[in-house]
T-cell receptor
Framework: AQSVSQHNHHVILSEAASLELGCNYSYGGTVNLFWYVQYPGQHLQLLLKYFSGDPLVKGIKGFEAEFIKSKFSFNLRKPSVQWSDTAEYFC?????????????FGKGTKLSVIP | DADVTQTPRNRITKTGKRIMLECSQT?????MYWYRQDPGLGLRLIYY???????NKGEISDGYSVSRQAQAKFSLSLESAIPNQTALYFC???????????FGPGTRLTVL
């Protein structure tokens, strides 16, 4: 079965620090890749997505992610975090087998930003 | 995001009770999904529907059933709730391409 791994369960950073959250997936075929964010008490919102083309994807709120096919990775980055970035971040992969586009989520990484 | 709504938002029930969670969407999407979220486990797919006549089991469908009453409505039922079904439940929709899923606000269910 396909799987998605997020390396860090909880990351604590000070404001202005740089962020990188790891995400690896197990499937060798065609994939669509996503990062979702869940702010405290809220539903999941799409941060960014990769379907094809430039492997460096820019999303909302200054986030970006890089797809490295050879490493099966889609790491999320932000050069300078803010307190308002405190949230849980989920990597998700859609495997296009049989055209189903089901999303498989990682277990999430909780980010705490200290003012 | 009012495009996808879920009712109720919170529910406390007792073991053995039947519970229905409802999801409605105004996005005009054909595809709808039900997930549960547990701390440290991320989101896991319970059921999904590609249209009114197409219902499919997801990763963890045991103990759950669904009904797609219309394109815009997708309900999740727990026929006999048990405590380990205590979780946050999310409904989501996507268009035919399935490229991006849009989530509702969630229903927090507690089974005592």
């Amino acid at each position: 079965a396909q799987s998605v791994s997020q390396h860090n369960h909880h990351v604590i950073l000070s404001e202005a620090a740089s962020l990188e959250l790891g995400c690896n997936y197990s499937y060798g075929g065609t994939v669509n890749l996503f990062w979702y964010v869940q702010y405290p008490g809220q539903h999941l919102q799409l941060l960014l997505k990769y379907f094809s083309g430039d492997p460096l994807v820019k999303g909302i709120k200054g986030f970006e992610a890089e797809f490295i096919k050879s490493k099966f990775s889609f790491n999320l980055r932000k050069p300078s975090v803010q307190w308002s970035d405190t949230a849980e971040y989920f990597c998700a992969v859609a495997y296009s087998g049989a055209g189903s586009y089901q999303l498989t989520f990682g277990k999430g990484t909780k980010l705490s930003v200290i003012p | 995001d009012a495009d996808v709504t879920q009712t109720p938002r919170n529910r406390i029930t007792k073991t053995g009770k039947r519970i229905m969670l409802e999801c409605s969407q105004t996005k005009g999407h054909d595809r709808m999904y039900w997930y549960r979220q547990d701390p440290g486990l991320g989101l896991r797919l319970i059921y999904y529907s590609f249209d009114v006549k197409d219902i499919n089991k997801g990763e963890i469908s045991d103990g759950y059933s669904v009904s797609r009453q219309a394109q815009a409505k997708f309900s999740l039922s727990l026929e006999s709730a048990i405590p380990n079904q205590t979780a946050l439940y999310f409904c989501a929709t996507s268009d035919l391409s399935g490229h991006t899923q849009y989530f509702g606000p969630g229903t927090r269910l507690t089974v005592l």
